[in-house]
């Protein structure tokens, strides 16, 4: 069972910043590609942004310039760094990781953090 463990979600005014984190559990596992996406009740689930095991990153259109993903594969975590806040923005976000075990690739999730953004 591999736990992926988030934190740093809350309540911010536009206009300001919140850094998630997401820390999975250190199994006897890689990890491979890494990242959030984000849901409010009624939409589809969708992609902020990924990074993977080589530090390459992919951005939502709608996050560029005001998000950063950014990992720390020695901690097993997966950053994200983001400014500049909208209501917009507002939704419970979950982080991701794809990690290879017996030669098999996983898609694991974490529980979901609420960012709340006040206008």
């Known amino acids: 069972q591999v736990q992926l463990v988030e934190s740093g979600g809350g309540l911010v005014q536009a206009g300001g910043s919140l850094r998630l984190s997401c820390a999975a559990s250190?199994?006897?596992?890689?990890?491979?590609?890494m990242g959030w996406y984000r849901q409010v009740p009624g939409k589809q689930r969708e992609l902020v942004a990924t990074?993977?095991?080589?530090?390459?990153?992919k951005y939502a259109d709608s996050v560029k310039g005001r998000f950063t993903i950014s990992r720390d594969n020695a901690k097993n975590t997966v950053y994200l760094q983001m400014n500049s806040l909208k209501p917009e923005d507002t939704a419970n976000y979950y982080c991701?990781?794809?990690?290879?075990?017996?030669?098999?690739?996983?898609?694991?999730w974490g529980q979901g953090t609420q960012v709340t953004v006040s206008s």
């Open positions: 991701n990781a794809v990690v290879g075990m017996a030669n098999r690739e996983y898609l694991y």
């Open positions: 250190k199994n006897a596992f890689s990890i491979n590609d």
């Open positions: 990074i993977t095991s080589g530090g390459s990153t």
